[in-house]
């Protein structure tokens, strides 16, 4: 078996209210999975299930407030016991991160160009002649049109699918073995998403790049992912190659996802009940059961491991958090 | 059966400045029958949003004509105004923004049925409690305020607001943008089942949604914009089975399906949306068309009737 390029161990991330009460919230909780030399990974999730902070988790980009333990090995290097000073060098040129809103992530007052070079100057010891050089190549390998002009303009005189091609310009710039992409295209429209995505996979598979996919989009994952992550309040509920994911389900919660999609007109749709409960509330047991369909009285009493799911022989990449997972 | 909403070849142009004209609506003109989905779909600045509040008049055309149960909306004034907004509802993307964040949930629905006397003060609680149910939601949230609640619990709030007056049509403008997915699906079963009715006069909708599954799921009749223009319109069923514009074709295949087992050869559009103030000449879409031929950079194809109840506007179809 080779080795992981990425492995997250039992990472658990909590921050401490700011109101008087001060109350210690749980936010991620015991979550773990590997990513492949070349994997495509897709973490999917509903808003506030945690899966922002685990990606910001892996380069140690959590807010001031957060506390985490667990580790996180990157080439068999633990990330989490590096000075901040190494850190900087591991970021941008080793693993980079393209984000879900580009206006907000990229500097107004820097030239998109400049944006780009920085990240060349920093990492590649060039000077700032060649890097921008570098960087009318890099907006060319995103599929800008006329790069020569466009590396001189501001994100404001950008569209909302340029923007987001600097940003994933900035991400390759150093050719890194991870690009972490949180949401890359929800802020776009479905002909940009479209563009976008290609685009990205064309660039990993170019430069062999690992890619871990974050995303509320099961159709994204559908057609880019290998392998997913499910979380559901700060922990991963489900975790199976893509194909299992959709045809073979094996956490109600997945099932419930998968259910609430629009199907054909006509066909009423089966939506989870219920709401995802606030982390500061959150139920005893199993965190879903009090949405789940197929709930027991086990259910509430303790919280189910994250266990292989075993009904192929000799095969162990299908795992589920629930009790009843062999009977879905 | 009868039209509740008809629209005949609306126009709204900005003027900007330096000049130029956005043309936001551009010649839009569509029918909707009572108890009809219609479903609206396009990218960002196909003027989706102004179209909504054109048929609201939360915005005055600079052109064309709206009918709402064959009164004129842009005309109307006095009785017949009031008649209209009683009639004539809207569903905003935003529950965030769009809930008054110091009302109790009581008084944001209650407020309509005081300013349109249907119901005396005495009575508004148990209205509001009656409208509530209707739209899944218990008594213990008439004294929330909006912040209090969810997202879903927010958006089934304005639904409520927007039902306390009886309508008979409502726009809703990317109701499901700000939820997630799981409570996606509880709000379109919500606002189908609502759509049945309880034994009194169907309710009709206009969905605006850049979301084509719930388009396809929800909607009788579809129609894409691309450029404040309508470039199809057709049947629901018939436009997802066969797009007739080269636009639609190239939409429908871009949306990522949630089937492993159908890997879809996906047509990718070259570059952006243009901007609606500087339009490209000929067809509009010609640009990024990936079947454009010769007619299309020169001459702007109208918008015609193919077959039974389907129209397009492009060169392949003329």
Redesign the interface.
Known sequence: MPRPLLSVEDLSISFTTENKLRREITAVEGVSFNVMEEEVVGVVGESGCGKTLTALSIMRLLPANTSFSGRVFFQGVDIFSKKESELRDIRGRYISMVFQEPMTSLNPVFTAGYQIAEVLMAHKNMGKKEAMNEAVELLRAVKISSPETRVKEYPHQMSGGMRQRVMIAMAIACKPSLVIADEPTTALDVTIQAQILELLDNLRKDSRMSLLLITHDLGVIAEWAKKVEIMYAGRIVEEAPVREIFLNPRHPYTIGLLESLPKKKGEKLTPIPGQVPRLSDLPAGCKFSPRCRYAIKECNLKEPELAAVNDKEGFSGHLSRCIRAKEL | MKDILRIESLKKHFPLKGGNILKAVDDVSFSVKEGQVFGLVG??GCGKSTLAKLILRLLLPDGGKIFFDDMDVVKARGETLSKIRKGLQIIFQDPFASLNPRKRVVDAVGEALIVNKIAPRSEIKDRVVELLKKVGLNGETLYRYPHEL?G??RQRVCIARALSVNPRLIVADEPLSAL???????I??LL?DLRRGDGGAELAYVFIS?????I???SDLAAVMYLGKIVESSP??ELFKEPLHPYTE??L?????????K??S?I??E???PSPVHIPPGCPFHPRCHRRFKPCDKEIPVLKETSNGRRVSCHLWQ
């Not at chain 2, 295949?253 to 087992?261: G, H, I, L, T, W």
Request: no cysteine.
């Open positions: 990218e960002s969810s879903g619990q997630d997915v799981s409570i996606q699906a509880q379109i079963n189908e850049h979301n084509l599954q719930v396809e799921h929800l629901t069923n190239a939409l295949s871009a949306v990522p399906k949630p089937d492993v087992d890997k879809s996906r990718i559009l570059g952006d949306v």
